[in-house]
């Protein structure tokens, strides 16, 4: 259910933006820096999206990234941690007992 909540807003919200970019088709002037050029304002509008989803989407991956190997060394600890208790007949224990 949730991911298709997430692409039923995700084509409403580009339906919105190409509505909004087709009322949008005069002509304006952009500075860049030291040189200005002059387009479409549907352009303009496209390429901001554009430019936002893929600065959005490196910074989500690079998060994800992060994310996965700290759960990664997460789950080594774990691994250790069970080993160390499982010499010492603790887990065991444990075990036995959440069984109760």
Do not use: C
Not at 23 to 43: A, C, D
Not at 70 to 84: A, F
Request: glycine residues 2%.
């Amino acid at each position: 259910m949730r991911g298709q909540t997430y692409v039923i807003l995700t084509i409403i919200f580009i339906i919105i933006i190409a509505v909004f970019a087709v009322l949008n088709i005069e002509s304006v002037e952009v500075t860049y820096f030291f040189w200005k050029v002059k387009s479409p304002l549907i352009l303009i509008i496209l390429f901001s999206v554009l430019l936002g989803v893929i600065v959005t989407t490196s910074v989500s991956m690079f998060k994800y990234i992060q994310l996965r190997r700290k759960n990664r060394e997460l789950k080594q600890e774990i691994v250790q941690l069970e080993s160390i208790l499982s010499k010492h007949d603790l887990l065991e224990k444990e075990d036995k007992n959440k069984s109760s």
